[in-house]
């Protein structure tokens, strides 16, 4: 396959976007993968390629986060090991699934998170402290049902994430937006490090991509610690309404 320096530079770009808007709701894949298909890259590398891709530029968003003191540490461990578990078990059942069922279930679901974010989500307020039960039951329940979304499915997760934190664990926009980050990461490196022993990365994109994705996530997290109240609230409801654009299209005319 003969890349050219133009498609070089798309990728670049794309990719960049993706990143940008991945480390501050989540949905890039729903960017990256089409640009991967648009490419030509085989298909059976393009999960892999997107997985080390949004891997290593989301590594230099959560040393930021991290960085910043963004991670609530005690509370979102809960998730991290959940959402390990809970995709392991997701994606045991993804082929018992149909495709269509869960595009028709995600038509359904997406409007309502909508309308729980026009609610809640643009004015939220820390609705006093949660006991040290409350935030472990709560955390692990949301990391291991959206875990087992990412497993069997995996499209807006982060953005999932983002919105279960601020409802139920009462995060901050800037919290939520970090600690959804992290999460995510977890489970991305492992499924990472299944597709690099698979040999399943379509390197001569992915280095290209990987520049692309670092300076996307580097700028987005930025714009996250300084003006999370501005930004995140937009870019949630537009990775929502291009996941729901997604499963229309795919459902009814793919």
Not at 39 to 49: F, R
Not at 178 to 198: C, D, E, K
Request: aromatic content about 14%; some cysteine.
């Amino acid at each position: 396959m003969e890349i050219e320096l133009w498609q070089y530079f798309s990728v670049f770009l794309l990719i960049g976007f993706a990143g940008f808007i991945d480390s501050i709701a989540g949905g890039g894949g729903l960017i990256a993968v089409p640009t991967y298909l648009a490419l030509g890259v085989p298909t059976e590398l393009i999960l892999g390629t997107n997985k080390c891709v949004s891997s290593s530029g989301t590594t230099f968003a959560v040393y930021r986060y991290i960085k910043s003191g963004s991670i609530l540490w005690q509370t979102v461990i809960y998730a991290i090991v959940a959402a390990l578990v809970g995709s392991a078990i997701g994606a045991s059942l993804s082929v018992y699934l149909s495709r269509s069922v869960i595009f028709t279930l995600l038509l359904v679901v997406i409007p309502l998170l909508l309308y729980l974010q026009a609610q809640h989500m643009g004015s939220l307020k820390i609705k006093g402290e949660l006991t040290r039960q409350q935030i472990a039951i709560r955390s692990s329940l949301a990391g291991f049902f959206i875990g087992g979304y990412d497993g069997l499915f995996g499209p807006g997760t982060g953005t999932f994430l983002l919105l279960a934190f601020m409802l139920f664990l009462h995060m901050s926009t800037k919290e939520a937006s970090a600690n959804a980050r992290i999460v995510n990461y977890a489970s991305n490196i492992s499924a990472f490090i299944y597709f690099l022993y698979q040999g399943r990365i379509f390197w001569p994109i992915a280095l290209v991509a990987i520049a692309g994705a670092i300076c996307g996530n580097w700028l987005g997290s930025g714009l996250v610690i300084n003006k999370a109240d501005k930004v995140v609230v937009p870019v949630f409801r537009f990775v929502l309404m291009l996941l729901m654009l997604k499963c229309g299209y795919d459902l009814f005319l793919a």
